[in-house]
């Protein structure tokens, strides 16, 4: 029963009486389904979680920076105005 002849409609034939005929098959192709369906949900996520980490790692880094330039400034401030 191989359909690596290439022949997209042998293959649907093939893979339709299979399912017609055994109902574990039918779960087994179901379930596999499933998981690549998961398994392209979970790639998108893991992409979308990376845009979203790189945003907030930029505002963090624009943040610290502020934070030091300012705390730098009233350091630089308070040592001029002779403490």
């Not at 997209?8 to 779960?27: A, G, H, I, R």
């Not at 610290?64 to 105005?81: D, E, H, K, P, R």
């Amino acid at each position: 029963m191989s359909t690596k002849d290439n022949n997209p409609d042998k293959e649907v034939k093939v893979t339709s009486e299979l399912v017609k005929n055994d109902p574990l098959t039918t779960q087994i192709l179901t379930d596999m389904l499933r998981i690549d369906q998961l398994s392209q949900d979970v790639k998108s996520l893991k992409i979308e979680t990376k845009q979203r980490f790189d945003k907030v790692e930029n505002w963090l880094i624009g943040i610290m920076g502020g934070v030091f330039t300012t705390l730098l400034a009233i350091v630089v401030a308070l040592l001029t105005s002779g403490l």
